[in-house]
């Protein structure tokens, strides 16, 4: 069964009244992990990293539409996902450098990036692993009787793993408000979509659980953020779960040790003139130039909160030794 596309009003109508801010919280994901490039190639970043560059569209448009109370878990991808629910940048790098500052002391690293006072209760190293989490919360809220809603962020890849099926299955069985959203940039690690997966469209697979299956221009903040809206206020409503399949891309490799030699040159550059940042730009200059100033301003000013953030990273301590054994089950 095919999914439903969802042609919301997009950047070929022009940009949204908000979209300085739009344009903010996409840059600063963007530039927080243009700095963690530099880190790692100075070899002061603990472990690997999984880089989002690309696909910052999705998870704000996401983010745009929860709310205090409610929850998001994601992959090891997930330094977007959890920016755009507003956690700290400071905290951050410091937790990607392994200092206490961090958000869980410097102990998860790049891939465990977790503020559960922000609604960011975990990003999770294993595929699939985390969307049975996110059903859990869904369960709890409407145990609760609250109106909070669940999001899970995941790629393509997961959607072939047991635990998929599995959470969209209890979800929908017992309309449970999660909002699954699906980030497919195309590759399960370096292997291509079709190589792995007997369907074109993974949201089909929505319909074999009774619950709507919604195909996206991933990379449109607007369309993006439409479509979120709509899922979000299904799930408040008690109306159940909804399956989104945001089309987007990757701009580096799987991970920092992957040149990405396999994709094929002229789809790089075809994604790359898709850029969802500089998609929005066009859509802010195409009918007022001087939106332009705009631009620079937002830029200058995220640089700034780069710099301040990282310089406060920088200047926490290591952990001490003796905090190894905490939040460790004996």
């Known amino acids: 069964m095919n999914p439903d596309y969802r042609p919301s009003p997009s950047l070929g109508d022009g940009a949204p009244e908000d979209s300085a801010h739009l344009l903010a919280e996409m840059m600063r994901i963007r530039k927080f992990e243009d700095a963690i490039l530099g880190l790692f190639s100075k070899g002061l970043v603990r472990g690997s990293t999984h880089l989002c560059q690309g696909q910052e569209a999705v998870t704000v448009g996401v983010a745009s539409q929860l709310r205090p109370g409610d929850a998001m878990v994601c992959t090891y991808r997930g330094h977007g996902a959890t920016i755009a629910q507003g956690v700290p940048l400071d905290a951050c790098f410091a937790e990607i450098l392994g200092r206490s500052a961090g958000l869980v002391g410097g102990r998860g690293g790049s891939m465990h990036f977790t503020d559960a006072s922000r609604g960011a209760i975990g990003s999770n190293g294993i595929v699939g692993a985390h969307l049975p989490i996110a059903v859990g919360a869904g369960l709890s809220a409407q145990y609760r009787g609250t109106d909070e809603v669940s999001a899970a962020y995941f790629g393509d890849g997961a959607t072939n793993i047991g635990a998929f099926h599995e959470s969209l299955n209890l979800?929908?069985?017992?309309?449970?408000?999660?909002?699954?959203?699906?980030?497919?940039?195309?590759?399960?690690?370096?292997?291509?979509?079709?190589?792995?997966?007997?369907?074109?469209?993974?949201?089909?697979?929505?319909?074999?659980?009774?619950?709507?299956?919604?195909?996206?221009?991933?990379?449109?903040?607007?369309?993006?953020?439409?479509?979120?809206?709509?899922?979000?206020?299904?799930?408040?409503?008690?109306?159940?779960?909804?399956?989104?399949?945001?089309?987007?891309?990757?701009?580096?490799?799987?991970?920092?040790?992957?040149?990405?030699?396999?994709?094929?040159?002229?789809?790089?550059?075809?994604?790359?003139?898709?850029?969802?940042?500089?998609?929005?730009?066009?859509?802010?200059?195409?009918d007022d130039p001087s939106a332009q100033q705009v631009i620079d301003d937002v830029g200058a000013r995220v640089d700034g909160e780069i710099r301040s953030a990282l310089d406060a990273a920088l200047a926490s301590p290591e952990p001490d030794p003796a905090e190894r054994f905490l939040d460790v089950y004996a």
């Not at 449970?176 to 007997?198: D, K």
């Not at 709509?230 to 089309?247: F, H, N, S």
């Not at 891309?249 to 994604?271: I, L």
């Open 171 to 286: 979800a929908s069985i017992w309309k449970l408000p999660v909002v699954f959203v699906l980030e497919n940039n195309q590759y399960g690690e370096y292997s291509p979509v079709a190589a792995t997966t007997p369907v074109e469209r993974l949201s089909g697979r929505a319909a074999s659980y009774g619950m709507p299956g919604w195909f996206v221009d991933g990379n449109d903040i607007v369309t993006m953020r439409a479509t979120a809206a709509e899922a979000v206020e299904r799930a408040r409503a008690g109306e159940g779960p909804t399956l989104i399949e945001a089309d987007t891309y990757r701009h580096s490799g799987h991970s920092r040790s992957d040149p990405a030699k396999y994709r094929p040159a002229d789809e790089v550059e075809h994604w790359f003139a898709r850029d969802p940042i500089t998609l929005l730009e066009r859509a802010m200059t195409r």
